[in-house]
């Protein structure tokens, strides 16, 4: 079973409308975090946002929210007023807090923005 | 601003020839990763390392080794190119992880290499 799914492959939106990008994950750990990251066509993977399991609050940088719902296991990036240069994919990872050291990544969205 | 850099952006090379991809990086960070990236299958794990000659399987370790011997550079093995290994590579690190998740888990990426195994 996958433990990270983005359920929208490929995503068409106006330039200046806010975005919502889906994020379902899978866990039995109660202490985990969650990263977005976004690639540019340029290739190199870029750090947007964390949310720890135990934040009480949604976090935000910017333009990027993360729209935390625990109990139904979801982490949307929310990204207001939506740039050209927002065109890239989009990666949702999760570290959990056992013993398995890793960061497992979603498959991506490839957000494209309309001028 | 930390920098991991990889050896090179794009690579070909010839079936059953051996290949080396290499990065380094310059934060001093404990963990290194190597992940390919194959589309619609996101980033997929296939070693990394929590130390100098440090080394743990990922999702994916078949036909790949790997070498730490320095905590800067952690080298990417392929023993005889195939061309299911044409992809995209991507590096990464971070300082060590403690027990609980936390935002110092980020990871820095280098820019990738490009392999096509002919």
């Known amino acids: 079973a996958q433990k990270i799914t983005q359920t929208q492959p490929g995503m068409f939106v106006q330039e200046k409308e806010a975005v919502t990008l889906d994020c379902t994950y899978d866990t039995s750990d109660q202490s985990y975090g969650l990263f977005w990251y976004k690639q540019p066509s340029s290739g190199e993977m870029i750090f947007l946002i964390y949310q720890g399991s135990y934040d009480e609050q949604n976090a935000t940088e910017g333009r990027y929210s993360l729209n935390f719902q625990k109990a139904r296991k979801s982490a949307n990036l929310v990204i207001s007023a939506s740039q050209l240069g927002d065109s890239a994919m989009y990666f949702c990872?999760?570290?959990?807090?056992?013993?398995?050291?890793?960061?497992?990544f979603g498959k991506g969205t490839r957000l494209h923005i309309l001028p | 601003d930390v920098k991991v850099t990889q050896s090179s952006r794009y690579l070909v090379k010839r079936t059953g020839e051996k290949v080396f991809l290499e990065c380094v990086q310059d934060m001093d960070h404990e963990n290194m990763f190597w992940y390919r990236q194959d589309p619609g299958l996101g980033l997929r794990l296939i070693y990394f390392?929590?130390?100098?000659?440090?080394?743990e399987k990922g999702d994916i370790p078949e036909g790949y080794s790997v070498s730490r011997e320095k905590k800067e550079r952690f080298s990417l093995i392929l023993e005889s190119a195939s061309t299911n290994q044409t992809s995209m590579y991507l590096c990464?690190?971070?300082?060590?992880?403690?027990?609980?998740?936390?935002?110092?888990?980020?990871?820095?990426f280098g820019p990738g290499t490009r392999l096509t195994v002919l």
């Open positions: 990464a690190s971070t300082p060590a992880w403690g027990r609980a998740p936390s935002s110092t888990d980020t990871q820095y």
């Open positions: 390392s929590y130390d100098v000659k440090m080394k």
């Open positions: 990872a999760m570290r959990e807090g056992g013993r398995d050291d890793k960061i497992i």
